[in-house]
């Protein structure tokens, strides 16, 4: 039965790209210095032209180039030091053909001028005359006044999670506050007549407590969103359906993470079903495969399996994009990882991402096996591999990309 | 001279080994939701074995092993159905010789069993009697009580960032609240007579908004930092000593982003030194030659280049260590990296370290070159190359690994 259900299931991939709700969060003003990560909901255009003026990258002095042609250790050009600009302020003075003007790095470049000098390669053996004693060429020593970025021209992108230079670049050109989508509030219901809140101290026999949704919360918040953690629902029929209804109202998306027997996960497909659209039953993933997506009015709800590892491997590949997707980001922020050759034979079945945890030592990668039922399979793991779809497993030896756990 | 100056440099790795402040952040409790990469203080271990009991893995019958062997599709084993056990609940009843107890995934193995067969290998012909298809071998369908975690056994380790997992596995052990070291307090102090802050609409002749104190910001929060941006200093003499001396009671670490030119390096290079110790002044790589390192008693402080992209180059590489190691983490978390080629030669001096910035597309790495005035030239990239200091340049071609902006 298990294999069927695998052939039949879609892949990570065809569910990415099949499920798409229009869904979008709305789109808010932010202060730059609460903009980190923050996806912008259209592109920033640059009010002026940046830097604004044209200045030395050099200490040394603007000249004219064609003042300098020739110049050499053993010839130096002569010119007249006609002045100095300050830092910060305009020029007093323009550079006269046989000149130079003293300009430190970051000062304006003054009029005439169409070259700067490193200092390095000048003396002033007399006073008030420079001697240069290499050549440059028009441009050298010096950034144009529209060089980082043109007046109207592009700042940031829309869709693309604001980078430390990005929130540089908008400050240097005034832009002190960004619109951009409001993170995505996604509520997190957890199910089962077993799983008691993690405050609990004395579990009763059977009870769980409930660690699915503190670790869902938190890959939430790492995908951008804003994640709530809306309680414990029990297995009572009904009682999803009810919560479900309860929620949807204030989510841009629901995760169910489901109670893990068969009831419990029919239960689940049963109050999905009832409020919207089952887009898929089944991944082709492992761990994984009775993941649930629907559109209930527009609001993306996941069904997650019910043990805590397959959950979290789920969310990874699926919810994540989706959150990512809400506040307007196509493409996710890469993940950190590595690469590092298997320690042993990964077998894998055909047509299913199969999703192993490794242990990194040095440049080998070490399967973690164990039940999906065990949490600290996951903690214990640096990262995890991915097998693709096709393979029947990767040989110990292979060179794997392995996503590390951040 | 500049080929002098990197001579006598410090390599980036010379300076994080050599360069080791005391100083570590006071430790605060923090409930779990808030604990998402902050830094345990000390181990957590669990105060009790987790699941806590033996529970079933698949949706199935309790048995004892023994009474499965030999079973088959064509001579099955039968067993008498004795109970069920209930999610959540004690079981009411325990497994006889020959007899079978239904328990769901996740349910506690009733006494007298020591295997699980699952539901997909069983057949109910007759009520009250259970077909056993294929044989089970002990433990298998369940996970034993202490097989996620034992008694006092380790849930997170010290000194590495809380991921996702970690904290599912401190829910499940009831752990609520953790230790975990403050968030440093990361001072950043501008100087320039010629920097103006990012709200001035408009710029005066040669000034330029404080684009870096954003973008360093940001980056250290993205280092688990708590980031001041404490205004801007002018080039005045004892300016910046006096500023240094106000911040640095409330500082666990201080960032001083430099003027640019020759005179407001020297400046800053003497306000440091007037108090405390400079470490090294000077960093073997490109861009970033000109950063100070000092211990100004007991507190850290990172002088940074002038130009905004030398800043942030040198403060990825040597600030955010820095930062997670006042919070007790000597190994940053992994940052995003991928594989790609150079699509030209990259040259490179000997004996320095090049960061290069580089815009992918596909897998080929193109790098970006421009002055380091330009922040665009680090907007536009998508990472960064990193060519080692005994490397004289790369040829197109080389497989090389791009650090990802995110």
Sequence with gaps: MSGREFFTALTVAE???????????AVERVALHAARHRVPAAAVRSPA????FAK??????AVRAADTYGASDGLPAYLDLAGAVRMGRAPDVRVPAGGAVAVPTGGVLPEGADAVVMVEHTAETMPGTIEVTRPVAPGAGLVRADEDVAAGGGLVPAG??????DLGLLAAAGVTAVDVHARPRVVILSTGDEVVPPDTV???PGQVRDATASALAALVADAGGDPEVAGIVSDEPGALEAALRAVLPRADLVVVS??????ARDETAGAVAALGDVFCHGLAVKPGKPTLLADCGGVPVVGLPGNPLSALVVFGLVGGPLVWRLAGCERPPPEPSTRARLARDLPSAAGRLDVVQVVLDGGAAHPVFGPSALLSVLTRADGHVVVPEPATGLAAGTEVEVVLHR
Tied chains: 1, 2.
Aim: aromatic fraction near 6%; charged fraction near 20%; proline fraction near 11%.
């Design 160 to 165: 693309r999670p604001l980078r430390a230079p």
């Design 49 to 52: 032209a940046l830097p604004g």
């Design 15 to 25: 569910a990415l790209a099949g499920f798409r709700p229009a869904r979008r969060t």
């Design 258 to 263: 489901a109670g893990s027997s068969v009831g």
């Design 202 to 204: 004395e579990l009763g």
């Design 56 to 61: 030395a990258t050099v200490d040394g002095f």
